[in-house]
């Protein structure tokens, strides 16, 4: 079998400066990977590479068995939240259409078959009810549904998603999550899924890429999220820690200031996560 | 209304509002995307470098229509090459306005007889327009039109919606460079009517106020172009009857409609904002 993703001793680097280099890691079909990290780590450029929006000083990556292509139909992507301007005038259907044609040249006509998908689209992830209304006035939470749907309309084989949880309450974040769980099961779809906190997604994640100044570990997450392998790839002393199924990483500053506690939030995330359970 | 009816007998007054037409039409549109990409200061400095290609090609003996349109596509060019990337970009906007207007002031001083043209282009002189700067307006007009249709769906995409679009392999860039030469043929368009130093009254009023009135993109450039219809064709109905300068006419009504789409009429037909009674409450 294919994979569905090849990176073959990857190098990618901005100008002078290497984000990180030999990088290998095959993604089976139907796999969930979390692609975890600080700020800064090179995760988004993992995507961009992906999508053919930058290309890798060295090594070679391969999507569904060809090159990386730019606006390639079977990828969806999914952004991290932001905002939009309270007046625009756009309205969740709109959002999720441009996931079927908004790259294509000239004036939108009509709304047909096209209309009947974009419903669809808005149904699975159940925002009919406020799909006609200004996306500016939703909640974060219903703006990433809406983003979900418009990541999926184009019925993509592979799903990236860039910190798509960022900025959400805890009930929204498993909300997405769902969604995008239950995509790749039911179109045994591919996810690539960064994240700065591997917790909301632990429970449906196959493997973990962790990416930590131009190094990195993948394997499963009960491989690498060790102290040993964290502190190898750190190389500065690191706690992994299973506190109530959660899982922290705990470090101490290190000689640069980073201190790496960042990524996984120590109390108060505790006390949040604690909440629903 | 008789005297405006003797009025269209004249052929100035025809070419006032056969410009003013295609001028509306092309502001309607463009203000949509400039209001929605937040654009103004961009506006601004393309106008008054406009100004800056005119006052050169009065200087030179040429068309002052033809040198506001090459010193506007210049300015989108060079702004284009510099900053594509959002952030910045007024940086850059404002340090090429800055050196472009001593320009200006440089080609006014160097023209003896340049206070009627100067003042005609600060301010607007579509009453003065003759019948082929009609023709060159129109004819900058259909092919503006034309390039937007081409672009109005990536640009729209790339507008509200820059990450994803790129990654669905929009040229995000590029369509940025495109509008502004688009927005360029705009500007020299709507200076003709309002003047330089007033260019924002047609190129962000209209579509400021659209926003107000709906929810959806397509109603929103239909309501955006009406409004810069009215304006620009009442300004000049106004101006007519009077005999004050159209300028006047056509930012008090595009000031007026934005008061009344904000104020009056919006929060009327956008009452229906969320037809879901308590949606934020849904996992």
């Known amino acids: ?277 | 209304m008789d005297q405006l009816r003797a009025l269209l007998g004249y052929g100035f007054v025809q070419n006032a509002y056969a410009a003013g037409l295609v001028i509306a039409l092309v502001c309607g549109v463009v203000s949509r995307f400039v209001v929605a990409r937040d654009m103004s200061f961009g506006v601004h400095a393309l106008a008054e470098l406009g100004f800056t290609g005119a006052a050169g090609f009065v200087l030179a003996g040429l068309s002052p229509v033809l040198g506001l349109l090459t010193g506007s596509m210049l300015t989108a060019l060079f702004i284009g090459a510099l900053g594509t990337r959002v952030r910045g970009r007024d940086t850059v906007v404002g340090v090429t306005m800055a050196f472009g207007l001593g320009l200006g002031v440089l080609f006014i001083t160097l023209y003896p007889r340049y206070a009627t043209e100067a003042f005609a282009i600060l301010f607007g002189t579509i009453t003065g327009v003759s019948r082929s700067d009609v023709a060159v307006m129109v004819a900058i007009g259909a092919v503006t039109l034309a390039a937007l249709a081409v672009v109005y769906r990536p640009l729209s995409f790339a507008t509200v919606d820059p990450e994803v679009a790129e990654a669905r392999g929009v040229p995000v860039g590029l369509l940025g460079v495109v509008f502004l030469l688009i927005m360029a043929a705009a500007v020299a368009e709507a200076v003709q009517v309002v003047g330089v130093l007033l260019i924002l009254t047609l190129m962000i009023t209209p579509g400021a106020a659209a926003e107000r009135l709906t929810p959806q993109p397509g109603r929103a450039i239909a309501w955006s172009v009406a409004i810069a219809l009215l304006c620009t064709l009442g300004g000049i109905t106004l101006a007519l009857a009077t005999n004050a300068p159209v300028s006047v006419f056509v930012t008090s009504l595009s000031f007026a409609c934005y008061l009344l789409a904000r104020f009056a009429l919006g929060p009327r037909l956008r009452s229906d904002l969320r037809p879901d009674a308590a949606p934020a409450m849904r996992a």
């Open chain 1, 1 to 277: 079998m294919t994979a569905a993703i090849r990176f073959e001793h990857v190098t990618l680097g901005y100008g002078e400066r290497t984000i990180w280099s030999d990088l290998s890691l095959e993604v089976p079909p139907g796999a969930f990977t979390a692609i975890i990290g600080p700020n800064g780590s090179g995760k988004t450029s993992l995507l961009r590479a992906v999508l053919g929006l930058v290309s890798p000083s060295a090594g070679r990556v391969e999507v569904l068995g060809h090159e990386p292509r730019r606006g390639d139909p079977e990828i969806g992507y999914v952004p991290q939240h932001s905002a939009f301007d309270r007046d625009l005038p756009l309205r969740g259907r709109d959002l999720v259409r441009f996931g079927i044609d908004g790259h294509r040249w000239g004036i939108p006509l009509g709304d047909g078959a096209v209309g009947a998908r974009v419903d669809r689209a808005i149904a699975s992830v159940a925002a009919s009810s406020y799909a006609r209304a200004p996306i500016g006035r939703l909640s974060g939470g219903e703006q990433q549904r809406l983003r979900v749907a418009q990541s999926l309309v184009g019925e993509p084989r592979i799903l990236l998603c860039d910190e798509p949880l960022a900025n959400l309450d805890l009930r929204h974040q498993q909300g997405i999550t769902e969604l995008i769980a239950r995509w790749r099961r039911d179109a045994h779809g591919t996810v690539l899924f960064v994240t700065h906190d591997v917790n909301p997604v632990l429970e449906v994640v196959d493997a973990v890429l962790f990416v930590v100044n131009g190094r990195w570990a993948a394997g499963t997450p009960a491989e690498v999220l060790t102290s040993q392998r964290l502190t190898e790839l750190y190389g500065s002393h690191i706690d992994v820690v299973n506190v109530h199924g959660r899982i922290l990483v705990v470090g101490e500053s290190t000689p640069s200031g980073f201190n790496v506690e960042e990524p996984h939030h120590m109390p108060e995330r505790l006390v949040d996560h604690e909440a629903p359970r």
